[in-house]
C-alpha cells in the first residue's frame, strides 16, 4: 500500500468547507476518483473517511486564522493500482474544493 497526502489552505471557514466538501451533489467535482459509496461524515471533527476495492482516503479540515482553514487530504492505494501521478492528483482535488468552497485559489 503506498499512502499519499497534501495539504492546502482554504480562505473559506472550516464548517464552510467541510459542508461543500460532504454535500453529495458536490463529490464528483473535488474528490480525486469516484467512489462507489459516499464518504462517512463526522461533523464533530470535520472529517469525511471512503474507501472501496483496496483504495481509501480521508479529507480533515481545520480551523485557521480570520475566517480561514486547512484542508489535508490523505489517498492509500495499492501498489499494484497505482497509476498516474497522485500527488498531483491530491493537488489539483484541494484546488478544486477550494473553489467550490468560494476560494479563490
Do not use: C
Not at 473559506?12 to 462517512?40: C, F, N, S
Not at 480561514?68 to 493500482?81: E, I, K, N, R, Y
Request: a negative charge; charged letters at 25%.
Amino acid at each position: 500500500m503506498s499512502e499519499f497526502e497534501a495539504g492546502r489552505r482554504m480562505p473559506a471557514t472550516a464548517e464552510h468547507v467541510y459542508a461543500v466538501a460532504a454535500d453529495a451533489a458536490h463529490l464528483d467535482e473535488w474528490m480525486p476518483e469516484p467512489v462507489a459509496a459516499p464518504p462517512d461524515g463526522r461533523r464533530d471533527r470535520l472529517r469525511l473517511d471512503w474507501g472501496g476495492q483496496g483504495r481509501g482516503g480521508w479529507l480533515h479540515i481545520a480551523s485557521g486564522e480570520a475566517g480561514t482553514s486547512h484542508a489535508t487530504l490523505h489517498l492509500s492505494v495499492p501498489a499494484d493500482q497505482r497509476g498516474g501521478d497522485v500527488p498531483a492528483l491530491i493537488r489539483e482535488s484541494l484546488d478544486r474544493l477550494a473553489v467550490l468552497s468560494g476560494s479563490p485559489g
